[in-house]
């Protein structure tokens, strides 16, 4: 599942997502927490009594009750002797009567299962049929999404959940990876509906009373945690590769947005049989897009599920590079990797998200170049080690609880761990090994030392040391470097330190390293092993080095503190070929203040460079030094740099600078009418953090003006907060209220976090939005009190915390809100840790360079980060995501 992208998994990471934020961003797959008391998903496979071969699903709903009536026929095998009764996971459901063999059975309910006594004395491979009938109020696992009275033209929508172990919500079953079975889903529903369920749809009748019967049948076996059920009003567009089925749903009325946004499936699909060597395996792909989703996807098996989020305005695609390509590539890996084969249990997810992170990479280094994808991975990289949480936990581990093995380990580091083993193996061994694990482990649960399996029995190199470090260990290199240059030897020194803390999880790291050193004669390239804390490397040089890259390319997950003088910093800006390389050496420089040399060199990458990351950087990197010649440099870009997400990041840039007379009317003329929707959401952003006299003014029209996706109005609603004006809270409150908008009133109510705060209605009024059903506003309501500061708010969130029907990112969340609100004092510890980190995230393209320090610009900056997440939505998080797990939501009125 993506986390919306990891990258909007990330960011909230997925997010994925990453909410990749929400947080982080909300990075893709978030799994749930399941009833009250809150518990951990279970870290072990269970041991199993019964095999479930096959389950006949139908059902049927009514929707004044938010009710689902349902009757299923498990048709199971029995794995153990002394097995007299079948245990089921089932919670909230009223079971009606259940039968085994079509002879009625005796059972007992408790809080988590449904028991079914077996008549006689089973034997090991004895066979039964149980049919259950049964009725619920499902507040997990199946979602209502209906009209209602603030909200009177929503589309009927119904959808299932199940990952990670929801399933169990509105369907009696298996609810745990370890088990695979086949499928038939039937679904009576009024005749102006649709359907879509895993597999091959058999047949559509007339059932009657303006009913319809659909009949949907999964000859595969995959997990239950992958059965999807989808109903409701939807709109449909269709494709094809060769005889493969594929289809789009939208929520009724947005039809016109699928091709634009998901046309490039088949050419995804076909990459991927190409690499993998082994052909998409489901019966048809289908991709159904929903409102509220509780994450940015789910890879349920042949039908994946996706927010609707990810349907933009078609007048918007062409100004976000790649649009919801992550999230695409990501849900569709997994019909490989987490559907074909399973991991046996959570604690091996990364098999599942760690593969499909990765296919976002290969989908983009196919797609839209190496540039863009080593941009992304180097983004990721400085993303994951912004999350300090994360370092110290292994990738595989069982000490989780909440769900928190759905993380950025599983996501973002999972996926770089397989761009560093492709490195070094080779694409050859690496795409044969990968054919391989597939080929022998097709429809079966794996952990992580199948995979090693495989590609030691396909490319005869030993990689436990690679897998023990990585996925069995904690953390990552980081490295601090320097060199010196000898001439009468003409060699280099080059000292390598690994200055990471060495305890519990986290060891010395032993790598091989690509190390490049540029002379008046060219370049050289040599190979550096690096094993220990600290070691010396001598390299030959003609003459005193221009230019030495440690890791040339970025194909190693560290962090690196380089220590070169400036000179060297612009020749790497000037003349490295890779792209991470010069994206290096932008940082590096974006922190020398006063310079012209340096702003006039950062100019040359800004206006010339044929990659528009490099040019973001270099808008942001002027934006960071500021002064009269970076301005000056940033206005005359904006003459040359036509692409939407160039201009962005410069007028983004331009409200760093608050002191300048002129910028304020310059930024209303782009924010009126700019050619790009990008870079007039952005001048209203800056008007809000320069705060000019006539800011209010120019936002508030912004407010009730009309754009793609509503993007104006919802950045000058983010605005208003950035400025700071207290007149401006009505209007706020009003946009806030539902009825309007969900991504708009999210944004007002992150900017009622940051205006007029010791007014407590404010805050009251603002928690009466946790008891919203939609997970936007709920998320939204959390972070905004925890911005404001106001300990009153404190109750509000533990009463919330108290639920049973929160996803797995807000337990976490809450609970850090209510300790910032607890303890400011230790609240403004946490935040400063990785201070150029966390202002590195912002936008769905780059990192922002939107600074300040202390708690209250840190949780505004998180907060900056959810924002983008909840307009986003893939993730990345990945890289959750993005690119994050499944969470769970209450249901929608």
């Known amino acids: 599942m993506n986390e919306t992208s990891r990258r909007r998994a990330a960011s909230t990471g997925r997010i994925r997502i990453q909410f990749r934020a929400a947080a982080a961003l909300v990075v893709c797959a978030l799994a749930v927490l399941l009833s009250f008391p809150v518990r951990a998903d279970e870290p072990y496979a269970r041991t199993r009594d019964y095999d479930l071969q096959h389950s006949k699903i139908a059902l049927k709903f009514d929707i004044d009750q938010r009710k689902v009536i349902g009757d299923v026929t498990h048709s199971v095998s029995i794995l153990r002797e002394n097995t007299t009764r079948l245990s089921f996971d089932s919670v909230g459901l009223t079971i009606q009567s259940v039968t085994v063999n079509k002879s009625v059975a005796k059972f007992e309910t408790t809080s988590a299962k449904l028991l079914v006594t077996l008549p006689g004395t089973p034997k090991v491979g004895d066979k039964y049929e149980v049919e259950i009938r049964y009725e619920g109020k499902p507040n997990k696992g199946m979602y209502f999404i209906l009209p209602d009275k603030n909200y009177p033209k929503q589309p009927i929508e119904i959808w299932t959940q199940g990952e990670s172990e929801d399933t169990r919500y509105y369907l009696p079953t298996y609810d745990y990876p370890n088990d695979r079975l086949t499928t038939e889903t039937i679904m009576t529903v009024p005749s102006s509906w649709t359907t879509v369920a895993n597999g091959k749809l058999i047949s559509v009748t007339d059932a009657g009373n303006n009913q319809k019967t659909w009949t949907w049948r999964e000859s595969q076996p995959s997990s239950t945690y992958l059965i999807t059920a989808v109903a409701g009003e939807f709109d449909e567009a269709k494709q094809s590769l060769r005889n493969l089925p594929l289809t789009y749903y939208a929520p009724k009325g947005r039809g016109d947005r699928l091709l634009p946004n998901y046309e490039r499936t088949p050419q995804m699909i076909d990459l991927f049989n190409k690499k993998i060597g082994v052909d998409y395996p489901w019966e048809k792909y289908s991709q159904v897009m929903v409102d509220y989703f509780v994450a940015g996807g789910m890879e349920n098996s042949s039908a994946t ?112 761990v397989l761009y560093m083993l492709r490195h070094q193996l080779g694409d050859d061994a690496f795409w044969r090994s990968l054919k391989h694990y597939l080929e022998v482990n097709r429809g079966k649960n794996v952990v992580t030392p199948d995979l090693i399996k495989a590609i030691e029995e396909t490319a005869h190199i030993n990689v436990d040391r690679f897998f023990q470090q990585w996925i069995y260990s904690a953390g990552a290199p980081k490295f601090d470097l320097a060199y010196t240059y000898d001439a009468e030897k003409h060699q280099v020194a080059l000292t390598v330190k690994q200055t990471q803390k060495v305890e519990s999880n986290v060891g010395i790291f032993s790598a091989p390293v690509d190390v490049e050193i540029t002379t008046a004669s060219g370049p050289k390239l040599y190979t550096a092993h690096v094993y220990k804390a600290a070691e010396t490397f001598t390299f030959p040089s003609d003459s005193a080095p221009l230019m030495v890259l440690f890791d040339k390319g970025d194909y190693l997950l560290k962090s690196v503190k380089f220590n070169k003088e400036k000179k060297e910093w612009l020749y790497q800006l000037q003349h490295a070929t890779e792209l991470s390389d010069r994206a290096d050496a932008t940082i590096a420089l974006s922190k020398i203040k006063n310079d012209d040399e340096v702003v006039a060199a950062l100019s040359v990458p800004l206006n010339s460079d044929p990659f528009w990351g490099m040019r973001v950087l270099s808008a942001q990197a002027l934006g960071k030094i500021g002064g009269p010649s970076a301005l000056k440099h940033l206005l005359a870009a904006l003459d040359s740099n036509k692409e939407p997400v160039v201009r962005n990041y410069i007028v983004t840039s331009l409200g760093e600078f608050k002191d300048n007379a002129d910028l304020p009317a310059k930024l209303q003329t782009i924010a009126t009418g700019d050619s790009s929707y990008r870079a007039r959401a952005a001048a209203l952003e800056a008007l809000g953090r320069t705060k000019p006299p006539e800011a209010l003014t120019v936002l508030t029209a912004a407010v009730n003006s009309d754009s793609p996706d509503d993007l104006l109005r919802i950045y000058a609603l983010r605005s208003l907060g950035y400025l700071g004006n207290d007149k401006a809270v009505p209007l706020l409150i009003d946009w806030s209220k539902p009825g309007k908008a969900i991504d708009s009133r999210a944004a007002a109510i992150a900017s009622l976090a940051r205006l007029d705060k010791q007014n407590k209605e404010i805050t009251q009024q603002i928690a009466s939005y946790l008891d919203e059903p939609y997970f936007t506003m709920r998320w939204s309501a959390i972070h905004a009190l925890g911005a404001r500061g106001d300990a009153s708010a404190v109750p509000a969130l533990e009463a919330l915390l108290k639920r049973d029907d929160l996803s797995i990112e807000m337990v976490p969340e809450i609970k850090d809100q209510i300790e910032r609100l607890q303890s400011p004092k230790q609240a403004k510890k946490k935040p400063a840790q990785d201070e150029e980190e966390e202002s590195a995230e912002g936008d769905d393209d780059s990192p922002s360079q939107s600074g300040g320090s202390g708690a209250n610009s840190a949780i505004t900056n998180r907060l900056d980060r959810l924002e983008e997440l909840i307009k986003q939505m893939s993730d990345r998080l990945k890289s959750m995501e993005s690119r994050l797990p499944a969470p769970t939501q209450t249901q929608p009125h």
């Open 305 to 416: 599920t996706n927010t609707a989020d990810s349907l933009r305005d078609p007048r918007l695609i062409p100004e976000y590079p790649g649009n919801e390509d992550d999230l695409i590539s990501h849900e569709l890996a997994h019909q490989w990797f987490g559907d074909l084969v399973t991991c046996k249990d959570w604690a091996n997810i990364w098999l599942n998200e760690g593969f499909a992170t990765f296919f976002e990479t290969v989908w983009t280094e196919s797609h839209y170049g190496k540039e863009t994808a080593s941009y992304n991975l180097w983004f990721n990289e400085r993303n994951w080690f912004a999350n300090s949480g994360l370092y110290d936990k292994p990738i595989v581990r069982r000490n989780f609880d909440q769900s928190e093995e759905f993380d950025d380990n599983a996501y973002g580091k999972g996926g770089w």
